[in-house]
């Protein structure tokens, strides 16, 4: 029998990781999903920045920003006393971080999609913009936001380089199965390393195969 460590590791990283990233999509594109211009088009260019760099790099970053000398990690270790460098703390703000452009950009373009039309005869009509946001857009967007939902949680499953570079790999504290499979690889133990590809294959054709059905029930409704 395996040691189920790292799964539990990795899927508690995954939902605290996905809970945050969630609430701050949702909060974040209700702010901007109205907006254009150049200073809304830097904004969107920093949140989806750690798509483009190199997971090692963005690791590098924030070990910088979390470390005990600088003051965010002061703060985190000293104020809040949950230190972040090496420890579970730093694998969730790692996994946010990675996995929050898939969720902003996914409910972005949920909010976007909906006929303003519609939207602003509402207004007309003396709905308020809360009312607005949570009795149309909010609903109008629930396939956006759970396809959002999914991949971040699939992100924050795989994450690896900022992981490793901030919360590194010890056994039985960080060492989700992205980690675990790298080390077990490295130690010899490919025969190990197999069962958790595997696992980490079919969860992720699982995560697309229902991402798929939810936008092709969407394209049928649309058509």
């Known amino acids: 029998m395996p040691d189920l460590t790292p799964f539990w590791i990795s899927i508690k990283v995954a939902v605290i990781s996905t809970i945050i990233v969630s609430i701050l999509g949702i909060i974040i594109s209700r702010l901007l999903y109205r907006y254009r211009g150049r200073i809304v088009t830097l904004l969107e260019s920093i949140i989806i920045l750690p798509i483009v760099l190199p997971p090692t790099v963005m690791g590098f970053l924030l070990l910088i920003v979390f470390s005990p000398r600088s003051p965010v990690g002061s703060f985190f270790a000293n104020v809040l006393h949950m230190p972040v460098v090496f420890t579970l703390t730093g694998a969730v703000i790692a996994s946010v971080v990675v996995s929050f452009p898939l969720m902003y950009q996914h409910t972005i373009q949920g909010f976007r999609g909906i006929n303003n039309k519609m939207l602003n005869t509402a207004r007309t009509m003396g709905a308020s913009e809360n009312k607005i946001f949570f009795r149309l857009i909010l609903p109008l967007s629930k396939r956006s936001i759970l396809s959002g939902i999914m991949m971040a949680f699939a992100r924050a499953i795989g994450e ?12 039985n504290k960080t060492n989700t199965l992205p980690l675990e499979i790298y080390f077990l690889v490295e130690q010899g133990k490919e025969n190990e390393a197999w069962l958790w590809v595997l696992v980490l294959v079919a969860f992720a054709i699982t995560v697309i195969g229902t991402i798929n059905m939810i936008n092709r029930d969407k394209y049928l409704e649309v058509d």
């Open 160 to 171: 690896f380089g900022a992981t490793l570079m901030v919360a590194g790999y010890i056994p």
